[in-house]
């Protein structure tokens, strides 16, 4: 079992630069979301995806935001002309489809916006 | 929208028992969880609760729920340094979005 992974672990970037960050899911698991986490807090739920399908986004996902998942495994997170504010953790998490009530979180990837 | 409360910090002595309270507003929630997070890592999933339940018991972990009073609580058995983390409550229905809670900061002291 190697768990969730995500890639990078640590980016830092230029405000209005753009960034994609990448989650491999667990095998087996259908459903991936993704979560936003601010020194101090708890994550706050970004958006969610059944396979390929797109169910569920966060009104924290503005239009400069935009996640992916093509073929229902990996899902990949963009984040267009990056502010100040976008500095988080970006966490991402998933878990099995049916009765999977556990999600599972991976590492998450920091990112700094200067 | 959902409100989950936490109080920020807990200390402790190693051996003694810890207790971590949340309390939350919607009752709608039927899965509540208990996470793990350590400096600069990922959140790991300790347990959860169905919401018809009362107690759930996992080796050093005790939670309970107290659904009139919208509490939910984690005991720590035997709390050793290693448990020294932040922790958080989490609610869902299930398997969309979970709501968390803003953390409790759990400090253990030799």
């Known amino acids: 079992d190697t768990g969730v992974s995500q890639d990078p672990r640590h980016k830092i970037t230029k405000r209005g630069q753009n960034v994609t960050f990448r989650c491999d899911p667990i095998?087996?698991?259908?459903?991936l979301y993704w979560y936003r986490q601010t020194l101090g807090q708890g994550p706050e739920f970004l958006t969610y995806?059944?396979?390929?399908?797109?169910?569920?986004k966060s009104r924290l996902l503005s239009d400069r935001f935009s996640a992916e998942r093509p073929k229902g495994s990996f899902s990949t997170l963009e984040i267009q002309r990056t502010e100040q504010g976008d500095s988080a953790m970006y966490l991402c998490?998933?878990?099995?489809?049916?009765?999977?009530?556990?999600?599972?979180f991976g590492p998450g990837t920091r990112l700094t916006v200067t | 929208g959902e409100d989950v409360e936490q109080s920020l910090f807990l200390s402790v002595r190693e051996g003694d028992s810890s207790v971590i309270n949340c309390t939350y507003t919607?009752?709608?929630?039927?899965?509540l969880y208990w996470y793990k997070q350590e400096p600069g890592a990922g959140l790991q999933l300790l347990t959860y609760?169905?919401?018809?339940?009362d107690m759930k018991q996992d080796q050093r972990l005790t939670v309970l729920l107290n659904k009139k009073d919208k509490h939910l609580s984690l005991r720590i058995a035997d709390t050793q340094t290693g448990d020294s983390a932040i922790y958080f409550c989490?609610?869902?229905?299930?398997?969309?979005?979970?709501?968390f809670g803003s953390g409790t900061r759990l400090q253990v002291q030799p």
């Open positions: 095998s087996e698991h259908n459903r």
């Open positions: 989490a609610l869902g229905p299930g398997r969309r979005a979970l709501t």
């Open positions: 609760i169905f919401s018809n339940m």
């Open positions: 995806f059944q396979n390929e399908a797109q169910l569920e």
């Open positions: 919607d009752s709608s929630s039927t899965y």
């Open positions: 998490a998933s878990s099995l489809g049916g009765q999977g009530y556990e999600q599972y």
